[in-house]
């Protein structure tokens, strides 16, 4: 472990970020003790933070969060605790490099969407249920609703607002929204963990806000969705 932490330390100070290792490892062991004495009320908004970052940013989130669990930083639910593997998290380390510049490019931040519509949410849903996945078949489901349900409010929402920045010729209204939604998944990660009420009064706003946005946006989700629908219907005629 003090290894990690000491490869943790130097990857930071590479990229200029010059934090001791002592307050690295204070950080990490506040949010495995604020996980470990999680309630009902905190895992469910564990489960609405998966969900509703991964409409924004599903590689991250699976990333994040695994490397969370494997470096200590976070006790993971025994249903999410795949999340650490190796393997999964090379691959989900790999996407959220290809996704990180994909999503900053105009135009192929919206393919990149588009091609996106029907994993994000599905994913949402699993990583919610796996929150409660060793606990009970009842909660799983109420949880994959909830978090299926806000990943396809912040996909929806990003989509129709990426669609609307496409309109601008210029590309740093792209790379603005792209990083402004890499804090917030890292954010609503973190406050869940640590601040699950103030995390649920905060997700609450920001979901109205998304289908404010979203309704008045509307005409450019209609146009994505008939990409979508192009796109299936070419698939269909193709096979």
Not at 24 to 43: C, N, S
Not at 55 to 69: H, K, Q
Not at 161 to 179: C, G, K, Q
């Amino acid at each position: 472990m003090d290894s990690l932490w000491y490869s943790v330390v130097q990857w930071l100070h590479t990229l200029g970020l010059h934090v001791d290792g002592q307050t690295t490892r204070a950080v990490g062991e506040a949010a495995a003790r604020a996980t470990a004495t999680l309630d009902t009320p905190g895992l469910l908004a564990l489960a609405a933070a998966l969900g509703w970052a991964s409409g924004l940013r599903l590689y991250a989130v699976v990333f994040i969060t695994g490397m969370a669990g494997l470096a200590g930083w976070v006790a993971l639910p025994e249903g999410l605790q795949v999340l650490q593997h190796p393997a999964l998290l090379v691959a989900s380390g790999f996407m959220l490099f290809v996704e990180f510049f994909a999503d900053k490019i105009p135009g192929l931040d919206s393919v990149w969407d588009l091609l996106h519509t029907v994993i994000r949410i599905p994913a949402g849903a699993a990583l919610a249920a796996g929150v409660f996945g060793a606990d009970g078949t009842t909660m799983a489901a109420v949880a994959a609703l909830l978090g299926g349900t806000l990943a396809a409010t912040s996909q929806a929402a990003k989509t129709t607002a990426r669609a609307a920045i496409n309109t601008s010729p210029e590309p740093f209204s792209n790379v603005s929204a792209s990083l402004f939604e890499d804090g917030l998944v890292v954010g609503a990660l973190w406050l869940a963990l640590t601040s699950p009420l103030v995390f649920a009064g905060v997700l609450f706003v920001t979901v109205l806000a998304m289908w404010a946005m979203t309704w008045v946006l509307f005409k450019f989700l209609r146009a994505v969705l008939r990409r979508i629908s192009s796109f299936v219907s070419g698939s269909e005629r193709a096979t």
